[in-house]
């Protein structure tokens, strides 16, 4: 039967864990939360931001669980060997839903974990050469370390912890939100972009490895032109000419922007031949001081604007 729900819901990783649930986090109000949200044909918990895992442990020890103090209420379920990544997608499944797993491509998160006292994550501190160091001009940019996916050893870093959800949760799928303004050196998004690219095609044969005979769904999460995504290295029609992806939601990243036109991927839409299904994505933000981003380091004006 054709599922007519068809609503997406992206669960923030945590938005919720600070102002719907309890600390300490039980396993019923981990059920309850899924139950309320029952009626959505997919759920998507993000797992993975600012090289931090959220709603798991990590087998490796190049992962740390996330730190801040919001995270720290689902500790009494880790520490007693209960994963809440586990109980959601159990919860999801008994009520029809299909489960994906959300991982943020960059992130601008730094700044609260140092706002609580704390370092960010290993891997970000510990490797300076392979942050991001010049921005656009703007307010769009505040205390943030993104990394450079020029560099084999970022999307290795992103890739194993994929791998690492994929095999080890009973999960439908994956989504990647490029909720941030850099992937790539300035002015390199274009030229560098088959390494996106390539690192979306390492991505769709974890999923094919992981699949168990059935297609694991790959979403993204991008910005709402594709000029915008190509300027910044991710070269969307390629991944959908290229069958990569299952479906792609184009967004006013982390801004709920009410006339925000049609999507330029609706007309290109009619010349799919791989099945890519065009989600509209609203957010919950719809006010501008959701978006500023206070100037950091050395700033040079790109080549373009980046909101056409």
Known sequence: MTDLRRLYYISDPSSIATNLLPDPVRESDLRSWIDTVADV???CQEVFSQGWTAYFRSQHPDYEYDQRRQHRRFLPLLDGGVSPLDILIDEAHARGMGFLAGFRINDDHAFQARQQGLDIARFIDANPQFQLTEFPEGEFYRLAEPLDFTHPEVRDFTMRIIAEVVHRFDVDGIEL????????PLDQGEARAHLMTDMLRQTRAILNEGSGGRRLTLGVRVFSTIEECLLLGLDVAAWI???LIDHVS???VMYGDLQLQPSPLAPRRETWRTGARL???HLCSAALPSRPRRPG??????????HT
Do not use: E
């Open 41 to 43: 044909s997919t759920f």
């Open 177 to 184: 939100c490029f909720r941030d303004h850099g992937y790539f």
């Open 241 to 243: 000419d290229a069958g």
């Open 250 to 252: 184009p967004q006013d």
């Open 279 to 281: 989600f509209g994505c």
């Open 297 to 306: 380091r050395a700033r040079r004006t790109p080549r373009r604007p980046l």
